[in-house]
């Protein structure tokens, strides 16, 4: 039987600071529930380097995706 999916949204505007610690304790959560995930985060125009921190971060973890506005 196939698992249900679970999407998690998280905007992000200048969190380069806040994103590793961020990304790593929620993956934990989610690794704990018995189904399947993906993270979702979506770059609103960041003028720091959260879009290279969040590259980064998804070959870190493969369950995230990115979108860059």
Excluded at 14 to 36: A, G, M, R
Excluded at 47 to 64: V, W
Aim: with cysteine; hydrophobic share 35%; net charge negative.
């Amino acid at each position: 039987m196939k698992k249900n999916l679970l999407s998690v949204v998280c905007p992000c505007y200048n969190e380069v600071e806040n994103l590793e610690y961020f990304s790593k304790e929620l993956i934990n959560t989610l690794q704990e529930l018995d189904l399947e995930y993906e993270v979702i985060f979506v770059n609103d125009g960041s003028s720091d380097a959260t879009l290279e921190k969040l590259k980064e971060l998804k070959n870190t973890y493969s369950h995230i995706k990115i979108i860059s506005l």
